[in-house]
């Protein structure tokens, strides 16, 4: 039962675009939420985290949305850069204890087109 | 500040036999996981140390293992290796205190393992 869904595979986009990942959940208990970049043969890159109590965090060229009721989060990536080609990884935790245990979706390859 | 470092980067071994990462945190952090990466499964929490002790455990055999050190040093050890065992094997570090929404996992560059 995949508790973190990234739906699209694969998503190709034109430098200077807008990039959008989406990411959805189910499990309720989820209250921060993190995006990492991953290069091939590389760990994943921080990119940007946003807790359950707003639904909004920029970063630079990022920007990070969370819509709770619909358990639906997406990055936004203004403007697109060649550089940004990777695979995108959405990522929860939850609030039970004080562990660190993060549920990973399936990752999302970005291709941005020069 | 360095950034998480793994040993090996790259490792070749038979089914059956052991075999034994490391890990060495992000100076100051206290807290480190270890998750897999397959293909098919994505990544894949193992476990948690944090001053030594296991805080928290994924969904994998006895087979998966580890510890911690006094310097936060960290490693897996996974005995009796499988095909399936095969995988890019992920440490992050983290403050490892605090709430949790201010405290950011880091992860170093992985060790590739092949199981032949």
């Known amino acids: 039962d995949q508790q973190v869904k990234q739906n699209s595979p694969s998503l190709s986009v034109q430098e200077g675009r807008i990039s959008i990942l989406n990411c959805d959940y189910t499990?309720?208990?989820?209250?921060?939420f993190l995006w990492y970049k991953k290069y091939p043969a590389e760990g994943p890159t921080f990119l940007i985290s946003?807790?359950?109590?707003?639904d909004k965090n920029e970063d630079g060229r990022f920007t990070v949305f969370l819509n709770k009721s619909a358990k639906h989060l997406s990055l936004h990536i203004v403007p697109s850069q060649p550089g940004d080609s990777a695979v995108y990884f959405c990522a929860a935790s939850t609030r039970e204890g004080s562990a660190r245990q993060l549920t990973f979706g399936s990752g999302t390859q970005l291709t941005v087109l020069p | 500040k360095a950034g998480v470092t793994q040993t090996p980067r790259y490792l070749i071994k038979t089914r059956g036999q052991q075999v034994t990462l490391s890990c060495s945190p992000i100076s100051g952090h206290r807290s480190v996981s270890w998750y897999q990466q397959t293909p098919g499964q994505g990544l894949q929490f193992l476990f948690e140390y944090f001053s030594e002790t296991q805080r928290n455990k994924g969904n994998f055999p006895g087979r998966f293992s580890g510890r911690q050190f006094s310097n936060s040093r960290s490693e897996m050890n996974v005995s009796t290796l499988e095909l399936g065992d095969s995988a890019l094997y992920l440490c992050?570090?983290?403050?490892?205190?605090?709430?949790?929404?201010?405290?950011?996992?880091?992860f170093g560059p992985g060790t590739r393992l092949t199981v032949l």
């Open positions: 499990n309720s208990m989820f209250d921060y």
């Open positions: 992050a570090s983290s403050s490892g205190v605090g709430p949790r929404g201010t405290d950011t996992q880091y």
């Open positions: 946003i807790s359950s109590i707003k």
